[in-house]
């Protein structure tokens, strides 16, 4: 039952621009199930924001679950490990999904005794200074896996002078067919908000909001009926639409804060994370584990059985896709992530990373929706920037290759939401071009800087 003390909910601020996509998340209240242990996998040492991980093991030796196997090289950086325990029978490169290009990757073969480390420490995060829960979360290897992939470490790292006043909690998943996020807040609300009770103490915030869209009213009822009265973390139930879980976005909704794009939360006294990240973070501290799993969402028109699965980093698309009854017939598509911001992938043969939240799978009827034809110059991409930029301005300069006029369009303030493609009648892959021009423009800068 619906907790009558909890406090009057916060009103939201419209921010502007966005769509209403349909959700078709198909794998909606299913059950989060265990995917089976892999006979092999790919663990990348690059799955975060920043620098490689280094590798520390060789070809033939034998590991453990949890174990290190890639070492941070940088505060902006990351350590790695092992999802099984097995022998390293590779260390070469291999595509990586989220970023659409190759790292080097450790491939492990599967003992089957799926063995963890011994020296798995849990922690009473009471008694830990700021400083042991900032290094057990960066021993653990935990980045940002509602996004980019920035180390954790990094981000509750708060510079001299800085101050953080509110941590905000990102449990919107706004795109369609995503539901890992979800499944993991009815599953395991309270893990989530212990680590986030865990954030606000390494960060000194004296409040949280935890944002969740509207169109999932069982997560926010289980929310609200754990912290009750708690006057310091309250949940903030958000207008259904995308992009709500940009970080920008979700200050603007929550805190009606403004924040530039050539700023940070961070600036504004803001620390935003997701949920998952706060799960794994409660995970590491008190259980001792690293990040080696993560709950994915499996869906789309062309999978037989869409579900969500917790599964070990490094399993491949391949062996997740069979556990979901395979593709059905005409399959066009698999994506990394989903159809907005996904990265479309040549091979399934390519593993799950910290930051995939789902494998999208679609048919040639279903891809056939996006076939491109010419602009009708109808404006609906400038309506629905929620930076507001004109996209079709960028694609057009861009396309007729005049990049140095397309620059005086600001296309690298775009964060790639995908609004403008969605809502576009012509189908024009407008995110596509404008990462074109930001591309060449960001390596025009370097070089100007190399001079």
Request: aromatic letters at 4%; one cysteine or more; a positive charge.
């Given at each position: 039952?619906?907790?009558?003390n909890?406090?009057?909910r ?9 769509i209403h996509?349909?959700d078709?998340k ?5 059950k ?5 242990l ?16 280094r ?21 902006i950086s990351?350590?790695?490990?092992s999802?099984?325990?097995?022998k390293?029978i ?10 659409g ?5 450790v491939?492990i ?7 963890w ?7 009473n ?11 057990i979360i ?12 920035f180390?954790?470490?990094?981000k ?5 002078g ?6 905000l ?11 890992a996020d979800?499944?993991?807040?009815l599953?395991e ?5 212990d680590?986030l ?11 949280a909001?935890?944002?969740?869209e509207?169109n999932?009213?069982?997560a ?11 006057k ?13 879980g940009?970080e ?5 909704a ?14 504004f006294?803001?620390?935003?994370t ?6 794994a973070?409660?995970n590491a ?7 080696i799993?993560?709950?994915?969402s499996?869906?789309?028109d062309?999978?037989?059985e869409?579900?969500n ?7 491949l ?5 069979r556990?979901?009854g ?10 990394a ?10 091979d ?7 930051g995939t939240n789902n494998?999208?799978?679609l ?5 056939k929706?996006?076939?491109?034809k ?9 309506n ?5 930029l004109m996209p ?6 861009t396309q ?6 397309a620059?005086?369009?600001?296309p690298?303030?775009c964060?790639?939401?995908g609004c403008?493609?969605y ?9 596509q ?19």
């Amino acid at each position: 039952m619906k907790n009558k003390n909890f406090p009057t909910r916060i009103v939201i601020k419209e921010f502007h621009g966005g769509i209403h996509p349909k959700d078709e998340k198909l794998s909606a209240k299913k059950k989060i199930e265990n995917a089976e242990l892999p006979a092999k996998v790919i663990i990348p040492l690059h799955q975060h924001i920043g620098t490689p991980a280094r590798p520390i093991v060789e070809v033939g030796e034998e590991v453990k679950k949890g174990q290190k196997i890639g070492e941070a090289t940088g505060f902006i950086s990351a350590n790695v490990h092992s999802s099984i325990s097995g022998k390293i029978i590779s260390i070469s490169r291999n595509l990586y999904p989220a970023l659409g290009r190759t790292s080097d990757a450790v491939t492990i073969e599967s003992d089957g005794k799926d063995e963890w480390i011994e020296n798995i420490t849990p922690h009473n995060p009471e008694l830990l200074t700021d400083k042991q829960i900032i290094d057990i979360i960066s021993e653990a290897g935990i980045v940002g896996m509602g996004g980019a992939g920035f180390p954790t470490h990094a981000k509750l790292s708060i510079p001299e002078g800085k101050r953080i006043e509110t941590v905000l909690l990102n449990g919107a998943e706004c795109e369609p067919y995503v539901t890992a996020d979800h499944a993991l807040m009815l599953e395991e609300s309270e893990k989530i908000i212990d680590g986030l009770m865990i954030v606000m103490q390494v960060t000194k915030a004296k409040q949280a909001f935890i944002g969740i869209e509207k169109n999932k009213p069982d997560a926010i009822e289980i929310f609200e009926n754990i912290l009750g009265s708690d006057k310091n973390i309250k949940v903030a139930p958000l207008k259904v639409k995308y992009p709500q879980g940009w970080e920008n976005m979700l200050a603007k909704a929550i805190l009606h804060k403004e924040i530039p794009s050539n700023r940070l939360p961070l600036d504004f006294g803001v620390i935003i994370t997701n949920v998952s990240t706060a799960y794994a973070i409660s995970n590491a501290v008190r259980l001792g584990q690293p990040l080696i799993e993560r709950i994915i969402s499996v869906n789309g028109d062309g999978i037989v059985e869409p579900k969500n699965l917790r599964v070990r980093i490094g399993t491949l698309f391949s062996d997740i896709i069979r556990q979901c009854g395979d593709f059905k017939k005409e399959v066009a598509k698999v994506i990394a992530g989903g159809p907005m911001m996904g990265a479309s992938m040549s091979d399934i043969n390519v593993p799950i990373v910290k930051g995939t939240n789902n494998i999208l799978v679609l048919t040639k009827e279903k891809v056939k929706e996006y076939e491109q034809k010419p602009c009708i110059r109808c404006a609906r991409c400038i309506n629905v920037c929620p930076v507001g930029l004109m996209p079709r301005m960028i694609a057009l300069l861009t396309q007729k290759g005049m990049i140095k006029e397309a620059e005086k369009y600001f296309p690298l303030d775009c964060k790639e939401c995908g609004c403008c493609s969605y809502v576009c009648p012509s189908k024009i892959p407008l995110v596509q071009l404008i990462q074109f021009a930001k591309t060449d423009i960001i390596a025009k800068q370097k070089a100007e800087r190399a001079k």
